[in-house]
């Protein structure tokens, strides 16, 4: 089949995606979806939860394996939205609708891509393709419970918005829960262990602490307090406040240091890391897939977003058309051409490696 034909129903496939209500662990729409496009073109698949999976029809044990990997949930709708987030419409060259850009356009470029090198005689990689669920909500029955599934992988592209250009490495997250303690008291009456106002200190330890280890791709470990809550009426003084703190952390750190750093450095009477799975990521940049994508043209830089490759452990890459700055905007789209033009880098590139 040509690029432009498979191109072509790869954009009518993602029309039929945005139009079909597919939030994180209720993918069951967009699936079926995802089935019927192996079913036309006669691929063999297998399904796991709403997780769909095949690999390439000369698949040989010993081989190289490439993942290409990309997912079909979506967040709820922007409370911004002045469009029907599920009504797929082009309008100057611009496809709407939840789910286009993020993850939409990379998916179904990767399906197309998985497709035009699926019959490929003695390739150099076996080809798996996942089209997972539950990304957006780091949930149970997504990639991460695929792995111990599909044939053992050994480097991996994952479809997220990168206008094409290479994500060499990617932040891993740790969130943490953290308590300020102070004495409960009367508002009216005198006391100078207030736990609200030892927070102050607190909050500026978190605004100041620097880790000494900086990544050539990914920069700084950013560590930022995104919440806080404490007291329940205005005349009383409360027992604690809780905090939550948001770190996203480099490559030259493990989730587990950085824990274990806070736990002991930390001002606060209690941080406890909520989990430590969603680790940072990268591939050497003398891989062949990193130099087949400088070879065509395209950048290399360092993530500060997550993706699925938080779940891996192999090399991986993150590549794909549209922008990840639309990505949870209201009005998401994604330029036809962006589609277009992902398929074609797509297949360029591992016809330089394949």
Not at 95 to 104: E, I, T
Not at 286 to 308: E, F, M, N
Request: aromatic fraction near 8%.
């Amino acid at each position: 089949m040509s690029r432009e034909q498979l191109t072509q129903e790869a954009i009518e496939l993602l029309k039929n995606l945005i139009a079909t209500q597919s939030f994180s662990s209720e993918e069951e729409g967009t699936a079926v979806w995802i089935e019927n496009w192996f079913k036309a073109h006669d691929i063999p698949f297998k399904r796991q939860a709403n997780n769909i999976w095949a690999t390439n029809k000369n698949f040989e044990e010993g081989k190289t394996t490439l993942l290409l990997n990309s997912h079909h949930d979506t967040v709820q709708p922007n409370n911004g939205y002045t469009r029907d987030p599920y009504s797929p419409d082009i309008e100057d060259g611009k496809l709407f609708g939840l789910g286009s850009n993020d993850a939409g356009g990379c998916l179904v470029s990767l399906i197309a891509t998985f497709t035009y090198f699926y019959a490929q005689e003695n390739p150099n990689y076996n080809l798996v393709i996942v089209a997972s669920g539950e990304e957006e909500s780091s949930g149970p029955d997504g990639l991460n419970s695929m792995l111990k599934v599909i044939p053992p992988i050994d480097v991996a592209i994952v479809g997220e918005p990168t206008l094409m250009n290479l994500a060499v490495a990617e932040k891993g997250l740790v969130v943490f829960d953290a308590k300020v303690k102070g004495t409960p008291s009367h508002a009216a009456h005198p006391n100078d262990n207030n736990a609200i106002y030892n927070c102050i200190d607190v909050l500026q330890w978190f605004k100041d602490f620097k880790f000494e280890k900086t990544s050539e791709a990914l920069g700084e470990v950013k560590m930022t307090v995104t919440q806080i809550k404490g007291g329940k009426q205005h005349n009383a003084v409360p027992a604690d406040v809780d905090l939550v703190v948001d770190v996203r952390v480099n490559d030259k750190y493990s989730n587990q240091e950085i824990a274990a750093m806070l736990q002991a450095q930390a001002p606060c009477d209690a941080i406890i890391p909520r989990s430590l799975r969603l680790n940072s990521s990268s591939i050497p940049v003398d891989h062949d897939l990193v130099k087949a994508g400088i070879a065509l043209g395209r950048s290399t830089y360092g993530s500060p977003t997550l993706s699925d490759q938080a779940v891996l452990t192999c090399p991986s890459l993150k590549l794909g058309p549209g922008d990840s700055t639309r990505s949870h905007s209201a009005d998401e789209f994604i330029y036809v051409k962006e589609i277009e033009e992902g398929i074609q880098i797509y297949i360029d590139l591992l016809e330089r490696i394949l």
